[in-house]
């Protein structure tokens, strides 16, 4: 109990965390949400196709999952802080780069692989590790929500923001002014610096790096959460990515996709907000598969009616709301079972299935539409992981895992 | 109270940023150049 109470009269406040980690997250998530704007500046000027474009942002979103254990790990084991620092240097130099490069392959290698990399050391992996450490477990998801909803807030407002930048600054000068927005997360880390002893155990036993990918890996409630997610991943990105064409077949104006990306972005802040909040007083478990469950209602409604700017705008309200709710409870449950010691390794683990399903929902969206000449195998396809989504985390298991290893 | 206050306001303040990015999205030159760029896409 003795370690307990020094460990809190080393934590940083709550204020502080909320404050300094949900600006991380709104910058981190902000920039790199507009990225689509400049598809065509870079393209033209450099004389590109489309494919080295969206190769080098595919890559991005993969270097992203596959470096989030590593951030997580380096994060769990040496503090929030240091990893902070190297990814928002990275940011920086990814952003430059994107500038500079004059072939695909150094476009690939910045905007690509560093931004990757740097997105893993940026967002929510991370900073959820300080909230985990930081924050009363009963407040935990409540912060979660207020740290998500300040990321989907950052991606709601950054589209405006970088489509003012390139019009009025050029697409290049629009970078350089990016690059030093990534830089502020730097001063952010400061607020989020931890003292030493905080990266103690949550209950039991110091445990290692290796025991602890064993102990979750193995444990049925871990593998659900990652089934869960990935198909969190699958069916957003898919919406997100291909939905305008969906429209565009459907015969509706570009401005009514413009207004419903528009929408989701608005309902996605509410909506991680709400989920965090809910979290609190409903078992996780039970929000998560209702939020799979709306999901899946929705997109059969949406599919099921006859499409219209009033349709569209309801679904775009209703899967905004849903859109990043998943995130606080999903992490809030893995800190639960398994502490917070290797949080942010764990959290990255669970983002790298969500990334996966992500890639997947991109790819299989564009492979199915060509084999068949419509999304509807896809939205199908998404309606039926939604259900699969909702079945498999009413087992999920809340509570922290029992270690048979006691503190020596 | 005062707390009771505070939350008030940063629930106020919160509404008022997002209204305003809301408008951002609402103004014709943006919501023109981001369908060029979306359809451009497909």
């Known amino acids: ?221 871990f593998q659900l959460l990652m089934a869960g997610y990935f198909v969190c991943g699958f069916q957003l990105v898919f919406i997100g990515v291909h939905m305008p064409s969906y429209l565009k077949d459907r015969g509706l104006s570009p401005q009514v996709a413009t207004a419903a990306l528009a929408l989701i972005g608005l309902f996605n802040v509410f909506g991680t907000y709400a989920a965090g909040s809910l979290g609190e007083k409903v078992p996780k478990r039970y929000l998560l598969s209702g939020i799979y469950a709306l999901r899946v209602l929705a997109m059969i409604a949406f599919l099921s009616v006859p499409v219209s700017p009033m349709t569209v705008y309801l679904f775009a309200a209703m899967m905004g709301f849903l859109w990043l709710s998943t995130v606080p409870p999903t992490n809030a449950v893995v800190a639960q079972i398994f502490g917070v010691q290797h949080m942010s390794m764990l959290g990255g683990f669970v983002f790298l299935s969500h990334q996966v399903g992500s890639f997947l929902g991109v790819w299989l969206g564009g492979k199915l539409y060509d084999k068949t000449g419509s999304y509807d195998v896809v939205w199908w396809l998404a309606v039926a992981l939604g259900v699969m989504a909702a079945l498999v985390n009413l087992p999920v298991r809340e509570g922290a895992i029992e270690r048979r290893t006691a503190a020596a | 109270m005062k707390s009771a206050a505070k939350r008030w306001l940063a629930r106020g303040i919160a509404a008022l940023a997002l209204a305003l990015v809301f408008l951002a999205y609402t103004q014709p030159a943006l919501m023109t150049e981001l369908s060029q760029q979306l359809w451009a896409c497909f």
């Open chain 1, 1 to 221: 109990m003795n370690a307990t109470t020094t460990a809190a009269d080393a934590k940083l406040s709550m204020t502080r965390v909320l404050i300094c980690g949900a600006m991380v997250v709104t910058t981190s998530m902000g920039i790199r949400h507009g990225f689509g704007l400049w598809l065509q500046p870079i393209t033209m000027e450099r004389g590109w196709t489309r494919e080295t474009f969206s190769f080098a942002i595919a890559i991005q979103n993969l270097c992203w999952g596959l470096a989030g254990p590593l951030a997580g790990m380096v994060a769990d084991r040496f503090g929030a802080f240091r990893v902070l620092l190297a990814g928002s240097l990275l940011y920086a130099l990814g952003l430059l780069g994107m500038a500079a490069s004059a072939s695909g392959w150094a476009f690939t290698a910045t905007a690509g692989v560093l931004m990757g990399v740097a997105q893993a050391g940026t967002t929510y992996a991370i900073v959820y590790g300080v909230i985990g450490r930081n924050i009363a477990p009963e407040k935990r998801s409540w912060a979660m929500g207020v740290a998500a909803a300040a990321g989907s807030f950052g991606q709601f407002l950054m589209v405006p923001v970088e489509n003012w930048l390139i019009g009025n600054a050029g697409w290049q000068n629009a970078l350089f002014v990016l690059a030093a927005v990534a830089l502020v997360i730097m001063p952010l880390a400061v607020g989020l610096r931890e003292r030493p002893q905080q990266g103690g155990p949550a209950h039991g036993a110091r445990q290692s790096i290796a025991s602890a990918l064993r102990e979750a890996f193995g444990y049925r409630s």
